[in-house]
C-alpha cells in the first residue's frame, strides 16, 4: 500500500524494517495487510484531528507530525487489536488519541531538556518560544483527552491514568534521585513512568478497544510497559551516536543539557580511575555548558563515553527488557500476532534512530 503524502508518519514497518522482521513469512501475511491498512486510517483520522480553527495553532499542533515519526504505539494498538475485532474506528481512534497524547509531550519535553532538535528539525520551543511549545502540547493533551471522551469512563480513565504516569516521571526526572534512591532503579522507574507508561496504554488499547479477551489486557500491559523501558535505554545508546543525520538529534543531546542517561548512570558505578575521570569531566563540562559555554566543549568526552563499556552494558540491559517483554507474551496463544509481536520487541533495541 502506498501511503499518501500528507502522512509522514505512515508506512511504520518501511521505517523500521518491519516489513522483512516483524512481518516475516506467509501466514503474517494478512497481519500485515490489516495492519498497514490500520496505520493508513490512523494517519488520515490524526491529520484530520490536528486540524485547528485557529492559524497559529494549526500551525504549531502540526509542526511536529509534520516532521515525521515511528509510529510505534498506533502500530502497537493496531498489532494488539488482532486479539479481538481488530483496526475498529474505535482502535483506530483511540490510537490516535496516544499518539497526540505522545506528540504533546514532545512538545513539553525539548522545552524542559533544552533540545534544539527534534525529528530533524529545529524543536518548537526554538521556533516560536517556550511560551507558545507548552500551550500547544497542552492543547494536544485536551484534544487527545476528548477524543478519548467518546468511548466512555474506561477510555478516560486509561487516559487519565496514563498522563498522571507521564507527569510523574518527568517530575522525578526533573526533581532527580534523592538521597538514598539508587540511581540506576529510580531512572528505570522513570522510564517505566515516562516512556513505558504510554507504550503500555497502546498496547492495552488495542485489546480494550478491540473487545479483546480480557485476560490479555494486563500481559499487554506488562509487554508494553517493558518495550518503553527497552526503548528509552536503547535512546540513551542512540543519543550518544555520531550521526546526527541519521538520528535527527545533535549526539549527546540529552546529557549537554544535563539530563543523564543510563551510560553516564552506568559510568557512574565504575570505580577505574579513567571511568572517574571521564565522569568529572562530563560534569564539569555540564556546569560550564549550563553557564553559557559551547556545548562542543563534551564533544571529546562524550565521544569517550560512547565507546565505553558502560554504553555497551546499557544496550546489553535493552535487550535484558526486551527479553522481559517478550516473557509476557506467554498466555497469548501462538500464531502470527504473538510472533510478530515477539518481533517487535527485537526490532525495538535493533535500531539506529
Known amino acids: 500500500m502506498t501511503p499518501s503524502p500528507s502522512a509522514p508518519g505512515s508506512h511504520l514497518a518501511s521505517r523500521l524494517g518491519l516489513t522483512e522482521r516483524v512481518f516475516a513469512g506467509p501466514r503474517a501475511r494478512k497481519l500485515l495487510s490489516r495492519v498497514e491498512d490500520g496505520l493508513e486510517a490512523v494517519e488520515a483520522a490524526l491529520a484530520d484531528e490536528l486540524r485547528v480553527s485557529d492559524a497559529l495553532a494549526d500551525t504549531t499542533s502540526r509542526y511536529l507530525y509534520e516532521a515525521g515519526g515511528k509510529r510505534i504505539r498506533p502500530m502497537l494498538t493496531l498489532l494488539t487489536s488482532q486479539l479481538g475485532d481488530g483496526a475498529t474506528v474505535r482502535v483506530v481512534e483511540g490510537a490516535v488519541a496516544l499518539e497526540m497524547t505522545h506528540l504533546g509531550s514532545l512538545y513539553h519535553d525539548d522545552v524542559m531538556d533544552g533540545a534544539d532538535v527534534r525529528r530533524g528539525v529545529p524543536s518548537a520551543h526554538a521556533v516560536w518560544g517556550n511560551n507558545v511549545a507548552i500551550l500547544t502540547g497542552d492543547l494536544l493533551f ?18 487519565a491514568d496514563t498522563f498522571e504516569r507521564l507527569v510523574l516521571g518527568q517530575m522525578h526526572e526533573t526533581v532527580g534521585a534523592q538521597a538514598g534512591d539508587d540511581p540506576v532503579a529510580f531512572y528505570l522507574q522513570v522510564l517505566a513512568d515516562k516512556t513505558g507508561s504510554l507504550i503500555a496504554a ?24 517493558k518495550i518503553g523501558v527497552a526503548f528509552q535505554l536503547l535512546d540513551d545508546v542512540i543519543d550518544l551516536s555520531a550521526d546526527a543525520d541519521e538520528t535527527g538529534k545533535v549526539p549527546g543531546t540529552d546529557l549537554r543539557a544535563g539530563v543523564p542517561t543510563m551510560p553516564y548512570l552506568l559510568l557512574g558505578e565504575r570505580e577505574d580511575s579513567a571511568s572517574i575521570a571521564l565522569r568529572t569531566r562530563i560534569d564539569e563540562g555540564v556546569a560550564r555548558i549550563a553557564d553559557g559555554a559551547d556545548p562542543a566543549i ?29 516473557a509476557a507474551l506467554t498466555p497469548l496463544p501462538s500464531g502470527p500476532v504473538r510472533e510478530a509481536l515477539t518481533r517487535f520487541a527485537e526490532v525495538v533495541v535493533d535500531r539506529s534512530s
Not at 145 to 150: G, K, L, P, T, Y
Not at 202 to 225: C, D, H, K, L, N
Request: charged share 25%; glycine share 8%; aromatic share 6%.
Open 142 to 159: 485536551s484534544r487527545a483527552s476528548q477524543i478519548m471522551a467518546r468511548h466512555g469512563e474506561r477510555a478516560i480513565q486509561l487516559q
Open 298 to 326: 563534551l564533544d571529546d568526552d562524550l565521544a569517550q563515553l560512547r565507546e565505553h563499556d558502560a554504553t555497551a552494558a546499557t544496550l546489553r540491559l535493552a535487550h535484558e527488557w526486551s527479553d522481559h517483554a517478550v
Open 202 to 225: 497502546a498496547a492495552q488499547t488495542g485489546v480494550v478497544f478491540s473487545g479483546g479477551p480480557a485476560e490479555f489486557e494486563e500481559p499487554m500491559r506488562v509487554f508494553g510497559e
